[in-house]
């Protein structure tokens, strides 16, 4: 299945890819020439449509999981000051979607989106520490029944979009699908320091599925 988030780049480049191979196996010769384009076309649309797939996730229960955004590696499990949503000391797990993950991104926790800000920031690899305060990204806060997060998504230095349908106010479900980023990216999660942390630096995360954090 592909990602609604993703139609309008992924059937643009389907079709120009189309396009080159009926031109290539029609019209180009020599046949060194013909086979070259018809094989990057082929593989450029393979990798377009890996990138935007959506599979579907079991999303664990359970009203106390913070169960992880984004499918990729764990790159940061640490304490640090937060000074925009919770205003105090928080433990910050990033994540980063090499451009091989899926790249839909799912709500961590039920609960109320309370906090929503976008900033237009650089494009700095998002392996960088410092990608998390300086790149282009979208802010979120969520509050449910058992605690809040916050997490963000980042753009990395080959995306150049982040999508989000979410609006403060809006009720959302653990592992809803909300947006995506495109074309490589980090997602960074913030946590109550009381939350029992479920995952380690080098762990590979699934979206909707894994497990990061339990709150008391």
Do not use: W
């Amino acid at each position: 299945m592909i990602t609604r988030y993703g139609y309008d780049v992924f059937f643009t480049i389907a079709a120009v890819c189309l396009i080159a191979i009926v031109i290539a196996f029609f019209f180009i010769e020599p046949k060194v020439f013909k086979f070259s384009v018809i094989t990057v076309s082929l593989v450029l649309l393979g990798f377009t449509l890996n990138f935007f797939r959506d599979p579907n996730r079991s999303t664990p229960g359970g009203g106390n999981l913070v169960i992880s955004p984004a499918d990729g590696k764990v790159i940061v499990v640490k304490k640090m000051q937060e000074g925009e949503y919770f205003h105090s000391e928080v433990t910050q797990i990033s994540i980063f979607m090499s451009p091989l993950n899926v790249h839909v991104n799912r709500n961590p926790i039920s609960g109320t989106v309370q906090y929503l800000r976008y900033v237009q920031g650089e494009y700095f690899a998002a392996f960088e520490d410092k990608a998390s305060e300086k790149n282009e990204q979208m802010i979120i806060g969520i509050e449910g029944e058992q605690g809040k997060v916050l997490f963000k998504q980042i753009a990395g230095f080959v995306a150049r979009r982040i999508v989000c349908t979410l609006h403060v106010g809006d009720t959302v479900r653990t592992g809803e699908r909300f947006g995506m980023i495109k074309f490589g990216s980090r997602v960074d999660v913030f946590i109550p320091t009381d939350a029992a942390i479920r995952v380690n630096v080098g762990d590979v995360a699934v979206g909707g599925e894994t497990v990061l954090a339990e709150f008391h």
